[in-house]
Structure formats: C-alpha cells, structure tokens
C-alpha cells in the first residue's frame, strides 16, 4: 500500500498558524514557549457554516474541520497510512477522532463514511468490534506487555473489517523497551494493520518512532466554536458556555468535561489563586506545594493550567488585548503581575512549565521537577 512520507515537526507546544483575519478575538491562542522568544499561535477561525457542516457529520467532531477533511480524503483516495500519530494538549480531541478514524475505516456504508448507524461503526465506537484494539497506559506507562499484545492482534487477519485497528492512547508514556519493541511493527506493518497512536507532544517520543508516523498536529479549536457546541449539543447556558470555552484554551474535550462535571472548574480556580498567591511567597512555601501538587493524581492538568496563566502574564505585558486573556477573572492581578514580571521572565516561566510536563511524562520525579520550576519563579 502507498504510504505518504511523513511531516515532521518541531516539539514545540504547539504548532504555528498563521492568521487569516485581523480580528484578535476571534482566535484561539496559546503561548509557543521553546525557543529562544515568546510567540503567540493563532488557530485561525473557521467559518460557522463549514463548523455545523461538520458537526453535522458521524465524525461528531466540534472544530478539527481540517483534521477531517484530511482523514476523510485519505479514506477516499486509499492512502491510509500504517500508522498515524496524533498530537496535541491532554483533552484537545486526539483520542476522539483516532476513534472515529477506526469507526470511518470499519464503516460499511456505501456513502459517506463513518455513517454511525451500521453494526460496525456502533462496535467500533462501543469500544467493542472485533478489529478493534484500545490500549491506555496501565498504572501510568505503556508497557512491554501491552506492546506484544499489539503485535499479537495486528499479526492477526481482519474478522469483519478490511482493517486492523489499535488506538494508543498517552503513547508518550511507553517504556524505551516498549518502544523499541514496536519499532518492528512500525517498519513492517502486516498489510491490514492500522495502528493510530496519541501523545502530547512528538518530542516526548523516539525519533525513530515518530519518523515511521504519518502524523496530525491537533490545533486548538476557537473559542466561539466551542462555545455555539456546547449552547447547541449541550444545552448549556449561553454566558456559562462562553466562559468555559474561554477557560478550555481551545480544549474540546476538556470543554465537554467541565459542563459535566463542575468540580473540574471549581479545582482549576483552586489551582491558578494558588499560583497567584505562590508569586509572593518564599522558598518554604514553594517547597510545600510542590510536595502537595506531586502527591496528586491530575499534577499534568494543574501544571497546564499554571502555564495558561503565565501565557496571559506574557500577554499583558506585551501590550495584547485584553480579550485575549483566559483567566479573566484574574484580570486585575494578571495585569500586576504583567507590569512588575515582564515579558522574557513570564515566558521563561511558561517555558518551565511546559518542561515539568515533558519530564514527568519520561517518568522524571514529579516532586522534584516541581521544586525546580517553583524555585526558578523565586525573584520574578
């Protein structure tokens, strides 16, 4: 089967996309912190005819119209890779569309596909077909096992399906044996495998893996795309749902999340005041929240949160909009901050952040990583 070379990317948070409109507000931003200067990303607007087009479709996808399209064309024109990776923040949608990939490519519709309505596409999106493989890092990592169990089950024909399909979920988590031990699956995959794979970031992986990738970088998705979704699917208050989307970073599934559970809004607020009132604080203070924070089981989502945060300190302090603030709550104290911090030390701060995930994520000592980042914040 013909297979694209794949595009490679840098391991920066976020890829860069150039505006198409003038207006700030109507994009989503988040902060490019490696390299040796701050920049912001622009995830351009889509127009809100192609966002209910889209949504209208069994991909049931809110934004990622071009990520889409792209799956949808290679489906059309067979050009299916082996393998695709796809990356982007915890929660952006990654998990979400390799599963309505997997549903498209076992569909046995006629036209349009994933149709949503044959036994396949249910299977597939149940969790439950035959030919569907989903692996998740157990107690944290991807492991040996689970590995072999992924050679095991692609080695084997297809029951109902053209395809062999294995989702991986949090593939930045697997061992180096683990990785390693795929990279013969990956050079030679059997003719019927299909192997979709998500992770955080493709600098977390082995070069040699991500070479072997065809890969999808997940933009976020603008914040009145994900607030008209969750006004329309979810019925969610119009005021509430802009304010989520807002505070989501371009997160869809961290968006869907926080409508369904409100205790998620109420700990990221508990979060960001205690970076807030962190800033003022000493050495002793730090060092005790750094030993509480690494108990935690969410410590790569408060982490995140804390770089939002230092992402609108940069923003302020090179003179933005306002509106393009997340924590608007926080406005007042945010601009404080801006004024007295500066614009290299606050990305130099979101940097460090952005590196306390990467190493965790390698199975660094969270508690240490997090004294580090916190010590480094002392004289800002």
């Known amino acids: 089967m013909h297979q694209r070379k794949p595009t490679h990317y840098s391991s920066r948070f976020m890829a860069r996309v150039k505006p198409q409109c003038g207006c700030p507000d109507e994009h989503t931003l988040l902060l490019c912190a490696s390299g040796s200067h701050g920049r912001i990303v622009h995830n351009a607007q889509k127009s809100r005819v192609a966002t209910r087009r889209m949504a209208g479709t069994m991909w049931e996808t809110i934004g990622h119209e071009w990520a889409v399209a792209y799956l949808q064309k290679t489906i059309e024109t067979n ?131 991500v070479s072997r990738c065809r890969m999808l970088s997940m933009r976020p998705v603008a914040t009145h795309t994900i607030a008209e979704a969750l006004i329309e699917r979810y019925q969610i208050d119009p005021k509430r749902a802009t304010e989520i989307a807002q505070l989501s970073a371009g997160r869809v599934g961290w968006a869907i999340r926080a409508c369904e559970d409100p205790s998620m809004l109420e700990q990221r607020d508990t979060d960001v005041q205690t970076l807030l009132e962190l800033v003022d604080k000493g050495p002793a203070a730090r060092l005790r929240v750094a030993e509480e924070l690494a108990k935690r089981d969410d410590v790569h989502p408060a982490v995140f949160e804390w770089q939002l945060v230092w992402r609108d300190i940069m923003l302020l302090a090179a003179g933005c909009d306002d509106r393009l603030v997340v924590n608007q709550r926080q406005l007042p104290r945010l601009r404080r901050l801006a004024e007295t911090t500066g614009l290299e030390p606050a990305r130099a701060a979101a940097a460090s952040a952005q590196d306390v995930v990467r190493q965790i994520s390698q199975n660094v000592n969270a508690r240490l990583a997090l004294e580090t980042m916190l010590l480094s914040w002392q004289n800002r």
């Open 79 to 209: 050009r299916i890779a082996h393998t695709t990776l796809f990356t982007g923040p915890a929660k952006i949608g990654k998990t979400h569309l390799a599963l309505r990939f997997a549903a498209a490519l076992h569909c046995h519709s006629d036209g349009q596909r994933p149709c949503g309505r044959c036994r396949s596409c249910l299977e597939t999106l149940a969790g439950a077909h035959a030919d569907l493989l989903m692996i998740e890092p157990d107690k944290g990592r991807v492991k040996i096992d689970q590995v072999r169990r992924i050679q095991h089950e692609l080695a084997l024909r297809p029951y109902n399906s053209p395809w062999r399909v294995c989702v991986v979920s949090g593939f930045e988590t697997t061992t180096t044996e683990a990785a390693n031990a795929l990279l013969k699956t990956l050079e030679e995959p059997p003719a019927h495998a299909i192997l979709l794979l998500t992770a955080l970031d493709p600098g977390l992986l082995l070069p040699t893996i």
